[in-house]
């Protein structure tokens, strides 16, 4: 029986049809200073906490809920015969419903506000009576979400109280927000790079139909707090995104991101299969296509410029997942509309830098982002590469960045002709890269020669230049055997492993 709620909303939709409906079952309501007021001026009859604290509110609204009177009347449990006779002697009532939702901290403290001012927003007095609430909830129905007000108001419709499974689900989704909310604020404040307790504050954003494979169920989350490429794209058109288009589309967005020249890049199972610059879009993303034109089918592709009408109708010409980019030009829309599978991805909003997470069965691996490409370009060898040589070796090691280890770029005028990786040793995907590039002038590896046998290889297809980190014990092979091949080695001081 529910005789007494207490309502006190920052979110207000939805709030008047569930008043009006506890008011029509002769439910007192009890609230604080804006719910008050609010309701208030819509005509529900409410009576204001300080009336029954007999205490008026101080600091600013900062205390109102925190006393004995309120908490009493939460925590009370109806079967405890001593609860009940104390608080009796107190002359305080039970509550029997929160309403509560919190101060907006996931939104204001990404706000051009001061530190003091999102401070304000850190709530208190909500998530103590919520957590009463959510402990209590045998006795008390807690409510933190809008969109459960229509659920209460159904059940108390059909048997006159809200059932003890919506009731425990109702207070474990108050300790679910409470994580989420508190961890918001942990990381806000102690701006460590690893702090003692990891606290990770996401919200379900939606269900995908599937994971990795169709027996596999998945759901997206997305940060609380900030912006970023994967929160806040814009979906265009085509069919609703799945698990691999999102991981393969953050991928392929990172990647493009990578260069300030124009560029295309095509990701297909979360692995580039063409990358290249272009005077233009259009150039850029023919010379991506024509890296790997198998690959690329039924792949992802992704510039760093806005899409014009021109490369739409080339990249029209197949079929691809996904195509994403800063912004369309209105006719490059409709172009690829025309295909009606075709996700249409408008994102403006460059990678984060943040850090990168991988689950473990019991564990987490947290690490900083790859960020960093080089320590120095330091030539090792008797000859020096030509300043195109050098820059496509620059362009090859970026490229690296985003192929599984051991990763080997082979590159002429700015295209990724050869991409190989995954293996378990570094020759093969030389090899691989080698065959596929065909007439590869320079070759980038994400990180040092054991051996001098991808030198010998890049020696066979007419390599010019190589690129890699150094730090080999046996990197004076690798070296002399540039010098004996006529190929000039640039090491970086940085490796670039992408398990």
């Excluded at 933190?144 to 659920?151: G, K």
């Excluded at 379900?204 to 596999?216: A, I, T, V």
């Excluded at 698990?243 to 990701?267: G, L, P, Q, T």
């Excluded at 792949?299 to 369309?328: C, M, S």
């Amino acid at each position: 029986m529910i005789d007494r709620a207490l309502i006190s909303v920052y979110n207000k939709n939805g709030l008047l049809d569930l008043a009006k409906f506890l008011i029509n079952r002769g439910v007192e309501i009890i609230s604080t200073g804006g719910t008050y007021r609010y309701l208030v001026e819509n005509n529900i009859k409410v009576t204001e906490v300080s009336k029954v604290t007999g205490f008026d509110e101080i600091l600013d609204g900062r205390v109102k809920t925190l006393h004995p009177v309120i908490h009493g009347g939460i925590l009370a449990k109806r079967d405890n015969k001593e609860h009940m006779d104390t608080i009796k002697s107190k002359n305080i009532k039970p509550i029997d419903m929160v309403v509560v939702n919190l101060y907006p901290f996931f939104d204001k403290v990404c706000d051009n506000i001061t530190f003091d001012e999102k401070i304000e927003f850190i709530d208190i007095g909500g998530p103590t009576m919520i957590r009463a609430a959510a402990k209590n909830f045998q006795d008390v129905i807690v409510v933190t979400d809008v969109n459960d007000y229509s659920q209460i108001i159904k059940e108390i419709e059909t048997s006159g109280d809200v059932k003890y499974e919506f009731r425990r689900k109702l207070a474990g989704k108050v300790f679910n927000l409470m994580s989420a909310y508190d961890g918001a604020i942990s990381n806000f404040l102690l701006e460590d790079e690893y702090p003692e307790y990891l606290s990770l504050s996401y919200k379900k954003s939606e269900s995908l139909r599937y994971g990795e494979n169709p027996h596999q169920s998945a759901a997206y989350y997305t940060e609380t707090v900030g912006k970023a490429p994967m929160k806040d794209f814009e979906q265009l058109s085509g069919k609703t995104l799945s698990y691999n288009n999102m991981r393969d589309m953050d991928m392929a967005w990172k990647a493009v991101s990578e260069f300030e020249e124009i560029c295309c890049v095509a990701v297909k199972h979360n692995t580039p299969c063409g990358v290249a610059l272009g005077k233009d879009l259009h150039e850029a993303y023919v010379k991506a296509y024509e890296c790997d034109s198998t690959s690329i089918f039924g792949g992802i592709i992704a510039v760093n410029r806005k899409l014009d009408a021109k490369t739409a109708e080339e990249i029209a010409k197949i079929f691809v997942e996904i195509v994403i980019a800063p912004d369309f030009d209105k006719d490059a829309v409709e172009i690829l509309k025309a295909k009606k599978n075709l996700r249409i991805i408008k994102c403006d909003v460059k990678p984060t830098n943040d850090f990168e997470i991988s689950k473990l069965d019991g564990g987490i691996l947290v690490q900083s982002a790859d960020d960093k490409l080089v320590d120095e370009t330091k030539v090792v060898t008797e000859k020096k590469p030509s300043k195109e040589e050098m820059d496509n070796l620059i362009f090859g090691m970026k490229v690296c960045k985003y192929v599984k280890s051991n990763a080997i770029v082979v590159v002429k005028d700015f295209m990724a002709k050869g991409i190989g990786g995954g293996q378990v040793n570094r020759i093969w995907p030389a090899c691989q890269a080698l065959d596929r590039a065909g007439d590869g002038v320079v070759l980038a590896s994400d990180a040092f020669f054991p051996f001098n046998d991808v030198v010998c290889e890049a020696a066979k297809h007419g390599i010019k230049s190589i690129i890699q980190p150094g730090g080999s014990i046996k990197d004076e092979d690798s070296i002399a055997e540039c010098n004996k091949n006529g190929i000039s080695m640039v090491f970086t001081g940085v490796r670039h492993f992408k398990h």
